[in-house]
């Protein structure tokens, strides 16, 4: 829950009143219907922009990782656990 609205002692006149009395929880599953599709559109295109952006920077820092380690400067004289090599196409 993102927060609560109490509200005590509240008077809401009738003509201010929305719909039919007692469907108020009816109307708002057929509203959540509505918008439940867009909803996960969009966490689906969150998720997939987290998941690039993550694979860039894993990425990043395994090239630079190698680089380090090539040059000398990790003070490793074996390939870190779990690397994999492949050759370099000519």
């Known amino acids: 829950m993102l927060g609560e609205v109490v509200l005590d002692d509240v008077v809401v006149p009738q003509s201010h009143r929305l719909g039919v009395p007692g469907?108020?929880?009816s109307l708002m599953?057929?509203?959540?219907a509505v918008f439940r599709?867009?909803?996960a559109g969009?966490?689906?295109g969150l998720a997939q922009a987290a998941l690039d952006e993550?694979?860039?920077t894993a990425a990043r820092a395994s090239s630079s990782a190698v680089r380090s380690w090539r040059?000398?400067?990790s003070g490793?004289?074996?390939p870190p656990r779990g690397w994999t090599w492949r050759r370099r196409a000519p």
Do not use: E
Not at 29 to 32: I, K, P, S, W
């Open 29 to 32: 599953l057929q509203t959540l």
């Open 71 to 73: 040059s000398g400067r």
């Open 23 to 25: 469907r108020a929880f």
């Open 37 to 39: 599709v867009s909803v």
């Open 76 to 78: 490793r004289r074996s």
């Open 42 to 44: 969009s966490a689906v």
């Open 54 to 56: 993550a694979v860039a």
